[in-house]
């Protein structure tokens, strides 16, 4: 994946699961980024992390709030 790292690529596949099917998410993935070398501390992070980003969006849709000006509507 792109050259990065087993850790990272599990970090992310643990955030993506986070975020599009948070339901699904079961004890296994946290032990799966435990297996892979992350601290119970990281997974904390990384899981705080994960679910702000989501709020944070979640809330300025809720009230309307437009993208910034400087980002493109669709992504490369």
Do not use: H
């Amino acid at each position: 994946m792109a050259g990065l790292s087993a850790q990272r690529v599990a970090m992310l596949s643990y955030a993506e699961k986070l975020t599009a099917r948070p339901s699904g998410m079961v004890e296994d993935d946290v032990t799966a980024l435990r297996d892979i070398g992350f601290s119970d501390r990281d997974i904390l992070d990384i899981c705080e992390v994960v679910g702000y980003y989501a709020y944070v969006n979640r809330i300025a849709d809720g009230l309307g709030v437009p993208t910034e000006s400087w980002l493109p509507e669709d992504p490369p």
